[in-house]
């Protein structure tokens, strides 16, 4: 057998498996000259540019086979922070368990340049055309820049200002402002990616961070142990993008608290937000409106057919916003994505219907849902940051806080 | 400029497909094949779902439109009841309706939620309707019953739902994917970020419900298997890329024979692929229009597809006065979506 390692393996899948001819480390090497652990981080090669059109990064049987050389935009930094070495000596400079790294194994970003060329490599090369986005810069890690906005969501709120008599140049202005804000959080962002203080799931302190609502709310329940992601600090964005509790006046009251925030347009990101704020305030009601983008006036259609009836071709008159008669007056929320109203126990069968069906075929455990509870509590966390923080001698990259020392520790 | 308006057909409908008619008056939010018959329903931004007969006779296919709901706002989705009878629509009114189309019944809303609803699926075992919606909320519903049977809190908007009973797959904004086992519903079975690093735009779930496919706007898809010992079987590939323009998958659906699926992006692309042999089988010509939305029929003769504006632009690039928004229909051919065999590379 080769004695070179198996890059496909070392990207998660080989499809030789044992039959392969190159090598396959099961677990940590023990003669291994550079001391790699077991933990070995290796970056997702998803930006090669090599002939393969399609990336696939785990097979080179199948789109085309690429040349076993040292690809650009590899990784190939090291744990112990040693330069990358070339092809031939390369090999064990991307030294990884196999399979490990396509699961969530622990990300603790422990070479921050590194990870830091991987995001300025994904905003130069691997920018989707859809600005409105959340971003993660570790496959099957949390993102690093949150507040998510669809195609449908924006287009459901232009419609909605369109019934409602704003005109076209308005909603345009607005989504661009909402736009230029999302571009310069992401600039932000990769200018200073491990701004702001330890995040509470990987803090050895058990620090509450900066955070307006329980942790368990925005991050999930895989090992999440990301040293210096601003993981907390990006709330203020997620709710600009979504509340996830209770009412949207609630949030913007602590938003104030917020000091550690890496958005330096952060009004601007609420302006253009679900949320209820801003400059144009989408939500304030919904009243009945004419069509604002008037082409054809809205034509009544049957609702219902008594039967499989052939409709004449012009019965489907092409209508531009908001055909519909008119509209429903809103129950009880203005916000057009809609807030949950909380609820103690969302998830108590309200009927009799019986759940209690053991779980057959799944073989790993059933993960607990930790959202239930949360959600539901607005924490204003009158003392950010853990004190301890500033008790230790040297700071880690992430960890260092953003705010002044309280009086105590000048 | 004698045959501009042709080639301007031309760029429309690259693929020759065959369109349905009438065509909807805005951009369609969804299409869904009847389980059982060549029934074609399509919800559109309009804010009617219309529905049509398909016939098929060898590679000639017709489209008669049978009928017609309204909401009161935009449309987003859909669902087939599992016995072909009845249709579920949901969108911006944040009601989802159940149309008895087949007996020629009257729509009665069935399901409310607190913001739009933009996922719905029917959930055979249980007899169950699941909408997902954008109040962060997943709920079942007995369409007997007012209140829905369960409310699942998610961790964030729903943005994409997938049944294969009893695996359901629910993609949430900020990159969450939740797997949920039916069969023990109020438990999240596995919470996941999504292996791609943008936003989730589709998810679909394998037939054989060993895993996942996740379409993301970064012209990428993820295939995930669920389970930890076939975890090196995961893998992402890039699609739907013009030069350095990244476009969005929009669409995920696999042929109900053959296991191979297809995807459609913003770049107004379709394109059919194997995910065990990796390979892509066939890239279709572009159509000038985005497509949002595709389905197969129940038994994978029928692709259909929308080309229409997705407001993957904004709003600056709607012109409710010109825009169209076409329905077409493909024929797929056997070495489209057939499976293939992995290429040899001749290492041994």
């Keep these: 057998m080769r004695k070179e390692l198996c890059r496909n393996f070392q990207r998660g899948s080989c499809r030789y498996g044992e039959n392969c001819r190159f090598l396959h480390p099961q677990q940590a090497k023990p003669n291994n000259p550079f001391g790699f652990g077991s933990q070995q981080q290796q970056q997702q090669p998803q930006q090669q540019k090599s002939s393969n059109p399609f990336g696939f990064v785990v097979q080179s049987g199948g789109a085309s086979s690429r040349p076993n050389q040292f690809q650009p935009f590899e990784n190939t930094w090291s744990r112990t922070g040693s330069t990358p070495s070339a092809a031939g000596g390369g090999a064990s400079a991307q030294q990884t368990t196999g399979g490990k790294q396509t699961q969530s194994t622990d990300h603790k970003c422990t070479d921050p340049a590194a990870c830091k060329r991987v995001m300025q490599d994904d905003f130069k090369n691997e920018r989707p055309m859809w600005k409105l986005t959340c971003y993660g810069h570790w496959k099957y890690f949390p993102c690093d820049v949150t507040g998510d906005i669809s195609y449908e969501e924006l287009r459901a709120l232009a419609y909605d200002e369109a019934k409602r008599g704003i005109p076209l140049q308005s909603i345009v202005e607005r989504e661009r402002n909402l736009q230029n804000s999302k571009i310069a959080e992401f600039e932000n962002f990769l200018r200073n990616p491990y701004k702001g203080s330890v995040t509470a799931n990987q803090s050895p302190f058990a620090a509450p961070t900066p955070s307006i609502f329980p942790p368990t709310n925005q991050i999930n329940s895989s090992p999440p142990a990301f040293a210096g992601f601003n993981q907390q600090a990006a709330f203020p964005n997620t709710n600009a993008g979504g509340l996830s509790s209770s009412g949207p006046l609630n949030a913007f009251a602590s938003f104030s608290h917020q000091s550690n925030n890496q958005q330096t347009t952060f009004p601007n990101t609420n302006a253009g937000g679900v949320s209820s704020s801003g400059p144009s305030n989408a939500f304030a009601s919904f009243n009945k409106q004419p069509n604002a983008f008037g082409v054809n006036t809205p034509q009544p259609i049957p609702t219902g057919p008594s039967g499989f009836q052939t409709h004449p071709s012009v019965a489907f008159k092409p209508a531009s916003f908001g055909p519909g008669p008119g509209l429903p007056t809103t129950p009880q929320n203005n916000n057009i994505f809609g807030r949950p109203t909380p609820t103690p126990a969302p998830n108590t069968s309200q009927t009799a219907f019986n759940f209690n069906v053991p779980v057959a075929s799944f073989t790993a455990p059933a993960v607990d849902t930790t959202n239930t509870s949360s959600g539901t509590e607005l924490q204003i966390q009158g003392d950010p940051v853990d004190s301890s923080i500033w008790l230790k001698e040297k700071w880690n990259p992430g960890e260092i806080p953003e705010q002044a020392p309280p009086d105590a520790f000048v | ?348």
């Design chain 2, 1 to 348: 400029m004698a045959t501009f308006g042709a080639a301007a057909n031309a760029n429309s409908n690259p693929n020759k497909s065959y369109e349905v008619t009438p065509s909807p008056g805005d951009s369609i939010s969804s299409l869904s094949f009847s389980p059982r018959a060549d029934i074609l329903v399509a919800t559109s931004w309009d804010n009617h779902v219309r529905c049509w007969e398909i016939s098929r006779s060898g590679t000639s296919i017709a489209s008669a439109p049978k009928a017609s709901i309204s909401h009161d706002q935009p449309v987003l989705c859909s669902a087939w009841k599992d016995d072909g009878t009845t249709v579920f629509s949901g969108g911006c009114d944040k009601q989802a309706k159940m149309w008895p189309l087949l007996s020629g019944g009257q729509p009665v809303t069935v399901a409310m939620h607190e913001g739009p609803i933009v996922a719905m699926a029917w959930i055979p075992g249980m007899n169950l309707l699941a909408t997902g919606s954008w109040d962060r909320t997943l709920k079942y519903w007995d369409t007997r019953q007012q209140n829905p049977v369960h409310t699942q809190q998610l961790p964030d908007k729903c943005y994409a739902l997938s049944v294969k009973h009893p695996l359901m797959v629910v993609g949430t904004a900020d990159r969450n994917l939740i797997v949920f086992n039916l069969q023990n519903p109020q438990t999240e079975f596995k919470r996941i970020q999504s292996p791609l690093k943008y936003q989730t735009r589709c998810v679909t779930a394998f037939p054989d419900q060993q895993g996942f496919l996740v379409g993301s706007i970064e012209g990428r898809v993820g295939v995930h298997h669920l389970d930890d010992s076939q975890q090196t079987k995961n893998f992402t590939f890039k699609c739907h890329r013009d030069g350095n323009e990244i476009y969005s998958v929009n669409s995920l659906n696999f042929h109900p024979v053959h296991g191979t699926f297809a995807t459609a992006g913003s770049d107004g692309a379709f394109n059919f692929w194997d995910k065990d042999s990796k390979q892509r089988l066939k890239a279709m010509a572009r159509c000038n229009q985005p497509i949002p939305c595709s389905s197969f029929n129940h038994d994978g003769s029928i692709y259909a597809y929308a080309a229409c504006y997705d407001w993957s632009k904004g709003a600056e690039n709607h012109n409710p006065a010109t825009a169209k928004s076409s329905i077409f229909l493909h024929l797929p051919q056997e070495n489209e979506v057939k499976a293939k065999p992995r290429v040899a590379t001749g290492r041994k």
